[in-house]
Nanobody, 119 residues
Framework: QVQLVESGGGLVQPGGSLRLSCATS????????MGWSRQAPGKQRESVAT???????NYADSVKGRFTISRDNAKNTVYLQMDSLKPEDTAVYYC?????????????WGQGTQVTVSS
């Protein structure tokens, strides 16, 4: 059973930066695609970034150019670097674990970490 633990969220001013981390265990990490999604109250959950086992990445248009997803297979960890944060980025961010090598199909997620962007 895979375990996912997100960390790094918090309160930041508009224009600021945060780096989220997701520590995983219970899987052969390098064989699974990973990603980050977010959900704000009253809104649909949306995928913001994904990374396949081969390193290919995809981003939602709303975060493209501002967020960067990366993975460290030696540490079984995926990261989300968030720069130029906007109030509309405020949400609970979830680490996503895909059962396959590409970010599609069956997925599970962790408990989430709150990101609040406010002046």
């Amino acid at each position: 059973q895979v375990q996912l633990v997100e960390s790094g969220g918090g309160l930041v001013q508009p224009g600021g930066s945060l780096r989220l981390s997701c520590a995983t265990s219970g899987s052969i990490f390098s064989l699974h695609a990973m990603g980050w999604s977010r959900q704000a109250p009253g809104k649909q959950r949306e995928s913001v970034a994904t990374i396949a086992t081969g390193g290919n990445t995809n981003y939602a248009d709303s975060v493209k150019g501002r967020f960067t997803i990366s993975r460290d297979n030696a540490k079984n960890t995926v990261y989300l670097q968030m720069d130029s944060l906007k109030p509309e980025d405020t949400a609970v961010y979830y680490c996503q674990f895909y059962y396959g090598i590409i970010p599609a199909g069956r997925v599970t997620w962790g408990q989430g970490t709150q990101v609040t962007v406010s002046s």
